[in-house]
């Protein structure tokens, strides 16, 4: 099989990223053909700073952004419009089919601001160049969560939750798992949808959200003709070794609900799927790491790995 092409933005300059990208690039290589969203000059710059070789095969384009001095561990402007501009290049080649897929290295939000990029991060970026209303999956085989809402201020979540735009959530994420969650079903396992209460709001003494939750699903069921998503799940035990037993794919009505305990259990392996997209974007599920960046301590390149390797795993992009 050909081997995919894929574009990897090279995230904040000013963190981690360019030394996940040199450090793997004859390992990933092995499984994709990698092009690096980073100009020549930037590169040789982070090079010397790292005192890592450019591997001879490291492809990159001739111009990305403009060029800054790396300033490691630094939130500046500078470095939060090269991996804007950075994220943008890739996405320009996958719509024009340059590329296969894109994995997306980190970036800091604050950095972007700086920039005067409007987005919180890239599923935000995605949803508006794709018109498409992109589902933020993290976690790994065995665990994957999803978000109904993401980066928001917890105060404004419950006003989010509606029938009608849940009920839009729940079925595009359905036809974007489709047949991983067929498999659920055969193995009599639903995707565990979680409450946004304490006890799921202990009927009602707690909160009343439970109600849209459930009155979504009743109406998700009618429409796709299968009854693949659990009751309003109690959230503190549904991450527990018996819960986990029966459930793989879960969905967290708020970022911290669903990712707390996925990183506690998964922290390292994790990865970042958008779905619900016409291409296949994956990404590392941690930060810049500015406590590390081109420090003595080398970060921990298994969340990059697994990021190519579901990219190299499909037999085409997901499409939709």
């Known amino acids: 099989m050909q081997k995919k ?173 489709e047949e991983q969650a067929k498999s659920q079903l055969k193995q009599k396992r639903k995707i565990a949808l979680l409450g946004l209460n304490p006890h799921a709001g202990d009927g009602g003494v707690l909160g009343g959200e439970e109600e849209i939750i459930r009155e979504a699903i009743r109406q998700v069921h009618r429409k796709l003709g299968v009854e693949i998503f659990t009751e309003p799940l109690v959230p503190d035990v549904a991450f527990t070794p018996r819960s986990r037993a029966n459930y793989s794919y879960y969905i967290a009505m708020y970022h911290d609900q669903g990712l707390t305990p996925l990183k506690a259990l998964y922290f390292d392996e994790g990865i970042n799927i958008s779905l619900n997209l016409p291409i296949l974007r994956t990404s590392v599920d941690h930060g810049t790491a500015f406590d590390i960046a081109y420090s003595a301590t080398t970060p921990n390149s298994l969340s990059y790995l697994n990021a190519i390797e579901y990219i190299a795993g499909k037999a085409t992009p997901i499409s939709f």
């Open 5 to 177: 092409r894929v574009a990897v933005t090279i995230g904040d300059l000013n963190g981690i990223g360019v030394e996940l990208a040199l450090r793997n690039h004859t390992t990933i290589s092995k499984r994709v053909d990698p092009l690096y969203m980073i100009d020549r000059e930037m590169l040789e710059q982070a090079s010397q700073l790292l005192h890592i070789p450019i591997p001879e095969s490291f492809k990159t384009l001739d111009e990305v952004g403009s060029y800054f001095d790396i300033t490691p561990a630094q939130i500046s402007a500078e470095s939060g419009r090269y991996s804007y501009d950075s994220f943008v290049k890739a996405v320009e080649l996958a719509k024009s089919g340059a590329v296969d897929a894109i994995t997306t290295l980190p970036i800091h939000k604050k950095a972007w601001e700086l920039a005067g990029v409007s987005y919180k991060g890239h599923t935000d970026a995605l949803r508006d160049f794709f018109d498409a209303d992109a589902i933020m999956m993290l976690g790994c085989p065995e665990m994957y969560v999803a978000l109904f809402t993401e980066h928001i201020p917890l105060h404004k979540v419950a006003e989010c939750l509606t029938v009608e735009d849940l009920k839009r959530f729940l079925v595009d994420f359905y036809y974007s798992i």
